[in-house]
């Protein structure tokens, strides 16, 4: 059984560059998260898809960041114009119930 | 909207002792679920244990077990016969029905076991 899988899991990036992040969610589950992590504190969430559709998008998702899902299948999250406040572990999860399996994350460094 | 407090930002104990984590959550939810997960240092999150809220039963996973308080909004996680494996950041996150399922994650509680 494959889990969830990311890449890359390291980018390092200076600032105003664009950053593409993928996952790869557990075959066949039709929901996908993404989550933002920084340094010693929870999960926050940014954005969810329901198969393809993207149905939820956290406030914390300016419009700098934009999340596809193309066919329902992996996921790219995109952050254009890159900020030092950027930086920070990207966690992507899926699931087909209830409970979500989380991925490795993508650690982003902007300098 | 839902919160989610974890009061103790770091625990330690004994290998082989018992440790209790604490959370606290509010929520409008009526259905909702709960988890803990663990977070090694430099390695990716790990479902500890599951509840729902609608089963009054205390969720169990071998030597992990909750006390699942609904009306105080009490969900607390302890760890019997503590390993050296079970150091770890523990986020506790409830789970909206109506929120698509999205978690909503504590500051978390590190936990270190000394041998």
């Known amino acids: 059984d494959t889990g969830v899988s990311q890449n890359p899991r390291h980018k390092i990036t200076k600032r105003g560059q664009n950053v593409t992040f993928r996952c790869d969610p557990i075959?066949?589950?039709?929901?996908l998260y993404w989550y933002r992590q920084t340094l010693g504190q929870g999960p926050e969430f940014l954005t969810y898809?329901?198969?393809?559709?993207?149905?939820?998008k956290s406030r914390l998702l300016s419009d700098r960041f934009s999340a596809e899902r193309p066919k329902g299948s992996f996921s790219t999250l995109e952050i254009q114009r890159t900020e030092q406040g950027d930086s920070a572990m990207y966690l992507c999860?899926?699931?087909?119930?209830?409970?979500?399996?989380f991925g490795p994350g993508t650690r982003l460094t902007v300098l | 909207a839902q919160t989610v407090t974890q009061s103790q930002p770091e625990m330690s104990v004994q290998e082989a002792e018992t440790v209790t984590l604490s959370c606290t959550y509010d929520?409008?939810?009526?259905?909702?679920?709960l988890f803990w997960y663990k977070q090694p240092p430099s390695r990716q999150m790990i479902l500890v244990i599951r509840?729902?809220?609608?089963?009054?039963q205390n969720a169990t996973e071998n030597r992990f077990s909750v006390n699942f308080q609904k009306a105080a909004k009490s969900f607390s996680l302890k760890i019997s016969d503590s390993q050296l494996g079970d150091a770890a950041m523990y986020f506790c996150?409830?789970?909206?029905?109506?929120?698509?399922?999205?978690?909503?994650f504590g500051q978390g509680t590190i936990l270190t076991v000394h041998p």
């Open positions: 999860a899926s699931s087909e119930g209830d409970t979500q399996y």
């Open positions: 898809f329901q198969n393809e559709a993207q149905l939820e």
């Open positions: 509840q729902e809220a609608y089963k009054q």
């Open positions: 996150a409830p789970s909206g029905g109506t929120s698509y399922g999205k978690l909503t």
């Open positions: 929520t409008s939810e009526s259905d909702y679920y």
């Open positions: 075959s066949e589950h039709n929901r």
